[in-house]
């Protein structure tokens, strides 16, 4: 398996412009996760989905985030309007749903909005 | 609820010297405990992973881990430190039951000087 998949890996956007950060998690693995990493707040759980369906929520920052599984092998993440305070590193994730296995990450997508 | 804590976040050691990163936890239920690496402009992948069998957990890279019930500990501990352990390692707690939602520390950077 190639691993989870994300895209791009690299994105800089103008403030207000829609983003959309891509991931295709390892065929098998019922759970994704997407994390925001930023030096101030560390590594950030924004949203969890089990077999497609979100989970938990809680930690997207504001309705302008939102995410969607619309099947198993792929989810996104967007973010409508953008703001500077956005700009991070956004880590997709994917595990078998039980508690003694990993998380395996991708290579994240660098966001830059300026 | 569960959290992890990670004290220090920058470790500095000089090659072949002893590595120590340190990692408590807080858990309503004895968890199941991961090590990760970061390596730059890379995503997390693991280290090892303590799942409740034996207590002294090794790993990739010559890495091992000892779970310590009384303590709440999961330190991280190389015998001999090599410059390409330079990276951001970061603890993690899952529950053993639940959304098995991991939790991670806020990460310990580890310097290596020549």
């Known amino acids: 398996d190639a691993g989870v998949i994300q895209s791009p890996r690299h994105e800089v956007t103008e403030m207000g412009q829609e983003v959309t950060l891509r991931c295709k998690p390892i065929?098998?693995?019922?759970?994704l996760f997407w994390y925001r990493q930023t030096m101030m707040r560390g590594l950030e759980l924004l949203i969890y989905?089990?077999?497609?369906?979100?989970?938990?929520d809680s930690g997207m920052p504001e309705d302008r985030f939102s995410a969607k599984m619309p099947n198993a092998s792929f989810s996104t993440l967007k973010i409508q309007p953008s703001e500077p305070r956005d700009s991070a590193v956004y880590f997709c994730?994917?595990?078998?749903?039980?508690?003694?296995?990993?998380?395996?990450f991708g290579q994240g997508t660098r966001l830059t909005v300026v | 609820a569960q959290s992890v804590t990670q004290l220090g976040s920058h470790v500095s050691v000089s090659e072949g010297a002893l590595v120590l990163l340190r990692c408590n936890y807080s858990?309503?239920?004895?968890?199941?405990l991961f090590w990760y690496v970061q390596y730059p402009n890379q995503g997390l992948q693991l280290l090892l992973k303590?799942?409740?069998?034996?207590?002294l957990v090794k790993g990739i890279n010559g890495f091992e881990a000892e779970f310590k019930k009384s303590e709440t500990s999961f330190h991280l501990t190389k015998p001999s430190a090599h410059m390409s352990d330079a990276a951001e390692y970061f603890c993690?707690?899952?529950?053993?039951?639940?959304?098995?939602?991991?939790?991670f520390g806020r990460g310990t950077s580890l310097i290596v000087h020549p």
């Open positions: 994730a994917s595990k078998q749903t039980s508690g003694n296995t990993e998380a395996f």
């Open positions: 065929s098998g693995h019922n759970s």
């Open positions: 989905f089990n077999n497609n369906v979100p989970i938990d």
């Open positions: 858990s309503s239920v004895p968890p199941y």
């Open positions: 303590y799942t409740s069998a034996a207590t």
């Open positions: 993690a707690v899952s529950p053993p039951w639940g959304s098995y939602i991991p939790t």
